[in-house]
């Protein structure tokens, strides 16, 4: 089983580069000073949300970060899918789906309800993706953000 550690501040330093390559890979534009600003309250302990290097600690080959929140619908505290990235190089080996099969147990045994994530709509192999980690479509709902 490929290992998940929960990151702390001394994780930083691993977690930021990998963090603006996926932001680069997926078009997210953002400054690294808001980068590591919304980072480290998560790193510190934050009860939003927690981070998680994958693979060795000190060599991580990806994250991922789950965003806590309260839901009536779900039954009380949910968690939404953030981010989750593994390096190019390594991709195509079950890394990210071990990762979706093993996360969710261990969140529901710390009383999570339900998982969320957003997907982009224009590529069939992310989604394929998250179907197959057991991640279904919700048919009456739309995902829609106001920035503030």
Known sequence: MT????????????????????????GISQKPEARAEALMPLLEGSPYGVAYL???????????????????????MDGFLDEIYIRPGVRGRGIGSEVLQNLPKALAGAGLKALHLEARRDDPRIEGFYRRNKFELRPDTVSMTRRL
């Open 54 to 76: 994958v693979g060795p600690a000190r060599a991580p080959i990806g994250y991922v970060v789950i965003c806590f929140g309260w839901s009536l619908e779900m039954g009380g």
């Open 3 to 26: 290992a998940l550690h929960l990151a702390g501040p001394d994780d930083a330093g691993r977690l930021l580069p990998m963090i603006a390559a996926f932001h680069e890979e997926t």
